[in-house]
Each structure stands twice: as C-alpha cells, then as structure tokens.
C-alpha cells in the first residue's frame, strides 16, 4: 500500500472510530460538538502542516455568531460545554479503548464575543479526521436535527457511505450492525429503557427515520434509511440501514433559512478571503459582516443570492475576493 492510501486509510479509521465511540451526549451537547468540529476543519483541515500533536490540547476561541446558528441560548451552550467537560468519550482505536473528556475547559467572559474552548488534545485526531469526512452541508443538516437519536444514526449512514466510496448524485449503499452492538455504541444498554428492541425501534430508529425522510422530501438532507431486521428465530439480532442519498447540490436554495444563508456566507467568505492568512479579513467578517446579517436579516437573502452566483463564475481566488469584498459591502452599506 502506498504512503498516500496508507494515510487516508488511517484518516478514515479514526474518523469511523469517532462516529462509533461510546458517549451519551444530549441534544445540545452535539450541536456544540458540530460548531467545535467545524472550528477544528476551519482552522486546521486543508492547511498541509502534517499531523496533529496528539500530546496538546487545541485551544479555540469561538464566535457567538457561530454558536448563534444551533438554535441554543447562550447559556443552554455553556452547561452544554460543561457537559462536555464532564462526561466520559470511550474511543476503540489500534486494539486500545481511549477514555477521554471531549472538552478540557472553556472560559466564557460576561458579555464578551466569544467563547474559550480547549479540545482535548487525546481527542482531537479522531475529530480532524471525522470533520474531513463531514462535509459542511452534512454539518449544517446535522445541526438542524431535532433528535440526538438522529444525529447519531446520520453520521453512521454518512461516514458508511464514504467508506463505500459514495460520493454524489443519487445513490444507494446498506450496511449492517448487531440490534446490541447498536445499544452498545449509542450507550442504550444502561438501564432498562431501551432493553426491549420494541422500545429501541419506536423512541429511536423511527424517530431518526421519519426525521431524515421529511427532510430529504422537502430537499433539506441529502439522505434517508430504510431498516430491514433480520431476525434469529423470533428475535430481532440485526438490522440492514439501507441508505438513499443524493448529492447536496440538490438542496433547493429556496428552503434555506437565515442560519443557512449566513452560514454559507461566512464560509465562503472565510475561503475566498482566506482568512488564517490576513486576520484584517478575519476581524472584517467576524466584527463588521456578521454582525450586521444579525441585525438586519433581510439583507442575507439577497447577499447570499449574489454570492451564490459569484461561485458559480470561473474566477481566480484573488478576483472573486475582490468582487466578494465590493458586494459585500453594497449589499451591507460597509466601508
């Protein structure tokens, strides 16, 4: 095998390992971990500086505004970090179970901007590796997501459809797992509730199920799954997730949201600007455009429509900054 596949193959290892790690997060409490992680490729994922320093803990300072797109208070985002800093994440990698708290510490200030996080630096490979396979139209759909239940059965059918090389369009991939090994992944086995499959089915998988399929018919979410059982006997011992996807490009732009729109905004911004090389961009994105689509959300339809259309043009990254730039601050009324 050579370096190059050697070292995607280890990348898509951890990022499974991620996806099935052992955990019982609340519902806000992975919508913090999607801003995290989207911080995480953001800062690091595209920049080709080798591997991450498994040994240092990843220090973010994350903007309100980001936060402000998971639909959460403030406060609700801060017992969630607290939360996150509490609870016990197992991660099966290289023959080893990894015991690791998701978040070291995080400082938030009265009234400041932004909020301090430290990512365990035991942790954070598996999350790098998760987010490149995690593409941010799959974060925005799984931010969206109502039930923690579904959150966690669309990363099994997103990363399985990249292990099986699925990458757009309209198509189909299935995979299989065990009825306890499910329990046992999504920390179901504690306790009688989900002790008989009937209850797992009907509190779990068909509210996951009826969730992506709504929003896959509305042109929301890029997939949907089906369940087949496959029984010993009586008893259901495993489950088929046949999966139905399509390329997100199909995601009707008419449906999105003001969160939608200003999430697409900054992160394009963010790129044609490449913003980790000229902080000026940063600050002007964080200070003066996102604060201003807050206060005047009207403005974000028409913004994004033009900004839509600019990534449609073949341009250089240098032209298309430039327009961007001048759009922007039509479209705002900044200097």
Do not use: N
């Not at 992680?37 to 591997?51: A, Q, Y």
């Not at 959460?72 to 099966?92: H, M």
């Not at 999105?256 to 000026?280: A, H, N, S």
Request: positive net charge.
């Amino acid at each position: 095998m050579s370096e190059e596949l050697r070292v995607k193959s280890d990348e898509f290892a951890r990022a499974r390992a991620f996806v099935d790690a052992r955990y019982s997060f609340t519902l806000v409490e992975r919508r913090v971990v999607y801003v995290v992680m989207d911080e995480v490729r953001r800062r690091f994922l595209g920049r080709g500086d080798g591997e991450f320093d498994v040994s240092r803990d990843c220090e973010l300072r994350i903007d309100t505004v980001c936060l402000g797109r998971i639909r959460t208070e403030l406060d609700e985002v801060c017992r969630a970090l607290e939360g996150l800093s509490e609870k016990p994440v197992f991660i099966a990698y290289g023959g080893a179970v990894l015991e690791a708290r998701f978040v070291s510490r995080f400082e938030h200030r009265a009234r400041a901007r932004y909020v301090d996080v430290v990512v365990s630096g035991a942790v954070l490979p598996y999350v790098a590796a998760f987010a490149s396979y995690f593409t941010v139209w799959r974060l925005a759909v799984a931010v969206s997501l109502k039930s923690k239940h579904s959150q966690r059965l669309y990363e099994y059918c997103s990363l399985s459809g990249a292990g099986a090389g699925v990458k757009g369009g309209d198509c189909f991939w299935d995979f299989c797992v065990g009825v306890g090994e499910l329990r046992y992944r999504m920390m179901l086995d504690l306790g009688d509730r989900y002790s008989k499959y009937a209850l797992l089915k009907k509190q779990a998988l068909c509210v996951a199920q009826e969730e992506l399929k709504g929003l896959y018919d509305a042109g929301l979410c890029d997939l949907y799954f089906e369940c087949k059982e496959e029984k010993v006997g009586k008893r259901v011992e495993s489950l088929r997730f046949c999966v139905y996807g399509r390329g997100m490009g199909a995601v009707k732009v008419e449906s999105l949201g003001f969160i939608d729109r200003v999430t697409c905004i900054r992160l394009w911004l963010e790129d044609w600007l490449t913003v980790y090389k000229r902080p000026e961009y940063l600050e002007w994105v964080a200070v003066m455009v996102m604060p201003r689509l807050r206060c005047c959300p009207d403005l974000a339809v028409g913004l994004h429509g033009e900004l839509a259309e600019l990534k449609r043009k073949r341009l250089s990254r240098k032209g298309r900054a430039d327009i961007a730039r001048y759009i922007v601050g039509e479209h705002l009324m900044l200097d």
